[in-house]
Every structure is written in C-alpha cells, then in structure tokens.
C-alpha cells in the first residue's frame, strides 16, 4: 500500500507540496528567461546585461527557488521509515548542498561579477584597471564551473537517493519513485560532461530543464499533497 506516516504533520507537508508546485513555475522562469539575452555573446554586450532588470531579476528568481525545493524536499524523509527514511535522509543532505553552492554561486553572479567586476569594467578610470576587471571576469568562468559540477552532482545524488528510498513502495510513492530515477538518468550525461569538460554531452538534454522538470515537480506537489491527506499528526 502507499505511505501511511503516523508521526508527520499534514500541514507541513501540505506546505512542502506547494513549495513543489513553485519550484514548477520558478523552474519555468529560469530556463527560459536567458532566450531572452541569448544574443549576447561578445564580452562587451555580456558587461551590459547587468543593466537589464530581467537578466539581475533572475538570479534573485534562483536563489527563491533554492530555497522552495530544500523545504518541498525536507518532507520526504519524514514519509518514510526504517533504512528507507536513512536513504531519503542522505538525499535531504545532497539537496541541502545543492542549495548552498547553487545560492553561493548565483550570490557571486550579482554580487562580484555584475555589481563589482562588470560596473568596474564598465566605469574603469583607466586601461590597466580595466583589463583587471576583465582578468577576474574572465577567471569566473572557473570557478563558476567548478561550482556547478558540485551542484549537479548533490541535485543527481538528492534524485537517486529518493528514488531508491521509495522505490520499495508500492501505488503512487513507487511511481514517483521512477520519476526520481528517471530524472536522475537524464542528469547523468551533463554530470558526465562537467567532469570531462566537454558540454557537448549535456547539450542534446537541454529539453529536461525546460519540460521535464516543471512536469516533474508539478506531479511531485500533487504527491505530497495527497500525502498529506493520509499523515497524522503528532
């Protein structure tokens, strides 16, 4: 039978279910807001984004959206019980990273590169400061990879961790359960890619962030909310 928690609040997990459901829309605006500068592609016209509300809006759209998914996460766990809730939890944690290094590197997306390095560049007083300003823009790229490597691989790691934690159910927690694997698979060729450093591998799945994952997460809400009907609280 499906999931009956006997010590888990239903409001809790009522609330974690429409932090889903956000995390749906969030997701929607964050893969598909960059179209909309996608012709920016010379250094110069890069520099200017940091004038454009929606490019800056963004990333204050990404790190609500971290925060939306560890609270729709943080319910699972509480779903389950025995060496099942000991794997959602190991989940739980990967999610957790997720959110601190994807919110540690959107915060230096505003921060450093656009307010800092980009209006430096932009209002440099001279050449030679210029250029450093462009040394240190130049030189995020690195950085900003090796972060989102750490990112993707606690988010598969979240993704394979409940899959497996309610993979031994049956119902819907079971095909939710697939819905987890399946979208940690899909995550397996940009993983792969990050550590080779060749994106070429990823590229073919960019359909996964812009219609996989808002369905995914839609029907992840919808679970939880029907979770809640059958917790009883404490």
């Known amino acids: 039978s499906d999931l009956k928690p006997e010590r888990v ?12 459901i956000l995390t749906g829309l969030s997701t929607i605006a964050v893969h598909w807001l960059p179209d909309l500068w996608s012709n920016a592609t010379t250094f110069e016209s890069r520099v200017q984004l940091r004038h454009d ?27 389950l019980g025995g060496t099942s809730r000991l794997i959602a939890m190991f989940g739980f944690g990967s999610y957790v990273l997720f959110a601190i290094v994807e919110m540690l590197r959107t ?26 300003f462009r040394s240190a823009l130049d030189t995020f790229g690195g950085v900003n990879d090796a972060l989102f490597f750490l990112f993707l691989l606690a988010f598969t790691a979240g993704l394979f961790c409940y899959g497996i934690a309610l993979l031994s159910n049956s119902g819907m927690d079971q095909r939710i359960a697939y819905l987890f694997l399946l979208w940690g698979i899909l995550n397996l060729p940009g993983l792969i890619g990050a550590i080779l450093g060749n994106e070429s591998l990823g590229a073919p799945f960019d359909w996964v ?13 919808l679970w939880l909310w029907s979770a809640a009907k059958r917790c009883r609280a404490t």
């Open 9 to 20: 609040s239903p409001v809790f997990v009522k609330i974690a279910s429409i932090c889903a």
């Open 53 to 79: 509300a929606i490019y800056m809006g963004r990333f204050w759209i990404v790190l609500i959206h971290c925060v939306l998914v560890v609270i729709s996460m943080a319910a699972i766990p509480m779903l």
């Open 107 to 132: 915060s230096l997306s505003i921060f450093a590169v656009n307010r800092a390095w980009r209006a430096g560049y932009e209002t440099g007083a001279d050449e030679m400061q210029r250029r450093a």
């Open 209 to 221: 962030g812009r219609y996989f994952q808002p369905i995914a997460r839609l029907l992840i809400g």
